[in-house]
């Protein structure tokens, strides 16, 4: 049984004509679910009981189970499974203009990224629309509050399962949806070329960020798979075809890695390769886990990489770390907890 959470407004009024039943139907069962945040087709009274019906034996109206949920002062990171036994995660971060959730977008990563404890397990199946989609309603029931931006940033190359992101964000930013507006929302790619082009001809005016993470081939194909086949030159041409486009900002994802790509060489390459474009450049202090051999830069060489920048006339600033304490920061989602679960979930599927 499909997902009705997979449905955007349009596709479920589709589904209505289909079967014979007026479009003001499928609007009145996104605002039911969407405004109204009723999850469950017999509360759906405006319905006849014989359209209730048929819901029911059509459509699966599930939420996500909350597995478990870790709190910090100012991140909150969810333990979702999903109906087939898999696990995904999800962080809610908590600022003072408002709450942003960063999403997973596959269950496991296929790209491989040398620093990325989510990209440890590889890709197990792409996330449905609706499996995204329910992450931010199950945040927002949990925590009670309106979330009011997204981040495509969390388990996942969300420019690999490219269908269902796009679909996920015309549900979450339809003004019947959960209403986040397009300039609150943003995909984040490590550098999938042929689909930055894709995503500029989409017309909407939601944000890209492109994880660059060093400012040339050599260094990058050490970390980032993704460069063997996209390398920095495509790269950096896909990025201005899209500011062209769309004339929107792009951001830069810079993680750094203690003398790996925090050097003041790195720092100056970076600025000149940079030089000119409508960007700006988001610094990311690494977060250590205990399987990776990559160490944080210390504060001087963040510092200085920072000021190398500016001194070149880049945009730029140094992310707020969020979450260090709860593994909940950029490339520690998937860590060893959902990992446990797997296996474990694999163990019992074997006996
Ligand atoms: S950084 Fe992103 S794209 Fe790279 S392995 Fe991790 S989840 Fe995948």
């Not at 499909?2 to 009145?28: H, M, N, R, T």
Request: aromatic share 10%.
């Amino acid at each position: 049984m499909q997902s009705i959470f997979d449905y955007d407004k349009q596709s479920l009024i589709d589904y209505f004509l289909s079967i014979g039943e007026k479009k003001f139907k499928a609007e009145q069962v996104y605002s039911w679910i969407y405004e109204k945040r009723v999850f469950n087709f017999d509360d759906m009274t405006n319905l006849s009981l014989d359209l209730r019906d048929k819901l029911k034996s059509t459509f699966d109206i599930s939420l996500l189970e909350i597995v478990r949920k870790q709190e910090s002062d100012d991140t909150n990171k969810y333990l979702f499974k999903l109906s087939d036994g898999n696990f995904i995660e999800a962080v809610l971060m908590k600022h003072d203009y408002g709450n942003s959730v960063c999403v997973s977008s596959q269950v496991g990563c296929n790209m491989g990224c040398a620093f990325c404890e989510s990209g440890r397990l590889k890709k197990v199946r792409d996330l449905l629309p609706g499996e995204i989609v329910r992450q931010i309603l199950m945040i927002e029931d949990d925590y009670k509050n309106r979330i009011s931006s997204v981040v495509v940033m969390g388990i996942g190359e969300p420019f690999d399962n490219y269908d269902n992101v796009m679909r996920f964000i015309r549900i979450i930013n339809d003004p019947k949806g959960i209403a986040i507006g397009a300039r609150h929302i943003t995909v984040s790619t490590s550098g999938l070329v042929p689909k930055i082009y894709e995503y500029a001809d989409e017309g909407i005016q939601t944000n890209l960020a492109v994880s660059l993470h060093a400012p040339n081939n050599e260094l990058r194909s050490k970390i980032m798979n993704v460069n063997k086949a996209y390398n920095i030159d495509l790269l950096i041409k896909a990025v201005k075809d899209y500011i062209d486009k769309t004339n929107r900002r792009v951001t830069i994802e810079y993680l750094l890695l203690k003398d790996v790509n925090d050097t003041s060489e790195c720092a100056q390459e970076l600025a000149d390769l940079l030089k000119g474009l409508n960007v700006y450049v988001n610094l990311i202090p690494y977060n250590e886990t205990s399987h990776i051999e990559f160490k944080k830069s210390t504060k001087e060489n963040i510092m200085n990489f920072y000021d190398i920048l500016k001194k070149n006339k880049i945009n730029v600033t140094i992310r707020r770390e969020f979450g260090g304490d709860i593994d909940a920061a950029c490339g520690q989602l998937r860590a060893s907890e959902v990992e446990r679960w797997n296996h474990f979930i694999l163990q019992t599927q074997e006996r």
